[in-house]
């Protein structure tokens, strides 16, 4: 039984750590991964708010090279003459406002440059140029993509205006725009290394990035165009970079009353990587403390297992000394029954043979019902009395009718003996000298519990009873003095309708 208790606690116990460290990592999974989301969460936001600077600031520099470009086509007045003082100061004061990168020019129909207020200038002939043949062709204003300067080598964009006098078409005013300008904007926003921002047409072709490429890029068949776009004007979603190959979360919005689209985008490898160190950071810290918590699991289970294999060692050996003892009562009971055998064969007066036959019957008793009944630490006072007063009604052949009123008190060995050796007597003197006439015969016992191993014994018979004084003094008498001494009472006789022996005795274990 104690083992089955054992071995469900044992199970209970690994079952109740197991769970404990699935609760745990689940919690800790449960953390890193609302934390990632967290991170991804906050990366798109960063990202979708670049966008929108990019988106106003992008707005702002066309809004603004717009009406630059109105103010230059008003200062050149109905006849266009070239390197006009006062065209050009008005061209000059047309770009106020815009960056100091922004340069200008008016370039005439035959490909002249009439005016810039660049002033490295070197001519060359820009008529094959997209935003030089766009207005000649009749767009009355036109964005560039991504170009790399004939003057200094820079990657530019430029906004052009289509020049008319009387609907003749005579030249185009341009305003180019360093595509480094970016750099600050992207600056501005502290996004983080790896992260970018851009401009991009709505034909897919790159008008300025930062970090620049090494050349202009159709992105045409990028998911951006082919799938985003079409669906909606702005948005979030994660993708390789077309023009390095960086894994990126994107932001995208298109610009109003424009062509253009403004990107911005903050790298995983940043987000996420800055994410998972701060994770480890905190797996370094708690990871210790799962491990801790397995060992000592370990450990915990591994002694249950070990106090398992020792309960089952200890029930082996209780079960063979359970079994010596048993049969070591058994074979002194056995004797006992011998003992009492080689009585019957000696040549004694019967009454001195039953005497000692009932006395060694009482011993035999006390070790018949230990093995009986498995009462190795303690008897049980009821069925241990009643054991003994039946023999010994047997032996007698007595009718006499017998009453036991017995608390549920333990015995223990050492009193066993003496108690059942002190019983046989009082009873046996009650059973061969009480004379009840013509009444019925009747003894009666009482075992009562006084305090923690006191306990009161009364034996009483309805005979005539005898005087203590010069009653017997023979074998018994002197047995129920000693028994009562080794049980570490006093006993008294009365005479109340009959023979009353009491005695008070200590039975060494009391329930």
């Known amino acids: 039984m104690v083992t089955k208790v054992i071995a469900r606690s044992a ?51 066309v809004e603004v090279a717009k009406q630059a470009l109105r103010r230059m086509d008003s200062a050149l007045g109905q006849n266009i003459q070239s390197n006009d003082t006062s065209t050009m100061s008005s061209v000059q004061d047309a770009l106020e406002g815009l960056p100091a990168s922004a340069k200008a020019y008016i370039v005439a129909s035959d490909g002249r440059t009439l005016y810039t207020t660049d002033r490295s200038f070197v001519d060359v002939d820009i008529r094959d140029r997209e935003y030089y043949t766009a207005p000649a062709a009749g ?126 985008s903050v790298g995983t490898a940043e987000t996420i990587g800055s994410f998972w160190r701060r994770v480890w950071t905190f797996l370094a810290i708690v990871g210790p403390v799962i491990l801790a918590l397995a060992l000592s699991a370990i450990w915990i289970i591994r002694l249950l297992q070990q106090q398992e294999r020792r309960h089952h060692e200890l029930e082996a050996a209780l079960a063979t000394n359970t079994m010596l003892f048993r049969e070591i009562h058994h074979r002194v009971k056995n004797n006992m029954q011998s003992m009492q055998s080689l009585v019957r064969m000696q040549n004694l007066p019967e009454e001195v043979k039953t005497d000692i036959q009932l006395r060694f019957a009482a011993m035999s008793a006390v070790h018949e019902h230990m093995y009986n009944y498995d009462a190795y630490a303690t008897l049980h006072a009821p069925e241990f009395v009643a054991a003994i007063t039946d023999t010994l009604c047997k032996a007698y052949g007595s009718s006499a009718k017998l009453s036991l009123d017995i608390d549920p008190l333990s015995i223990s060995h050492e009193q066993a003996t003496p108690l059942a050796l002190l019983i046989n007597e009082v009873v046996t003197n009650a059973l061969k000298y009480a004379d009840p006439g013509e009444a019925e015969a009747e003894i009666s016992i009482s075992l009562k519990s006084l305090t923690k191993d006191l306990a009161k014994l009364v034996i009483a018979d309805n005979g005539p009873g005898f005087n203590v004084a010069t009653g017997p003094t023979g074998m018994g008498t002197r047995i129920i003095k000693g028994m009562v001494m080794q049980l570490g009472g006093t006993s008294n006789y009365t005479f109340d309708g009959g023979t009353v022996f009491s005695a008070e005795i200590h039975l060494g274990a009391v329930v």
């Open 139 to 264: 767009k009355a204003f036109f964005t560039s993509s991504l170009l790399i300067s004939r003057q200094d080598g820079s990657q530019i964009f430029t906004f052009s205006r289509r020049l008319e006098r009387n609907g003749e078409f005579i030249g185009v005013a341009i305003i180019s725009f360093d595509a480094a300008l970016l750099g600050d904007l992207l600056e501005s926003l502290d996004l983080g290394s790896g992260s970018t921002i851009s401009i991009i047409r709505s034909d897919g072709m790159l008008v300025a990035r930062h970090p620049p490429v090494d050349a202009p890029l159709d992105l045409s068949e990028y998911v951006l165009f082919t799938e985003l776009l079409p669906r909606a004007k702005s948005g979030v979603y994660t993708n390789w970079s077309p023009a390095d190959g960086v894994q990126r979360i994107v932001a995208y919005r298109t610009i109003p009353a424009t062509d253009l689209v403004a990107l911005a």
């Open 11 to 61: 199970r209970a116990a690994m079952a109740f750590i197991i769970v404990t460290l699935l609760v745990y990592s689940a919690i800790v999974g449960s953390l890193i991964y609302q934390g990632f989301n967290d991170a991804e969460n906050r990366a798109e936001a960063s990202a979708v708010a670049a966008a929108k600077a990019v988106q106003i600031n992008t707005g702002w520099i």
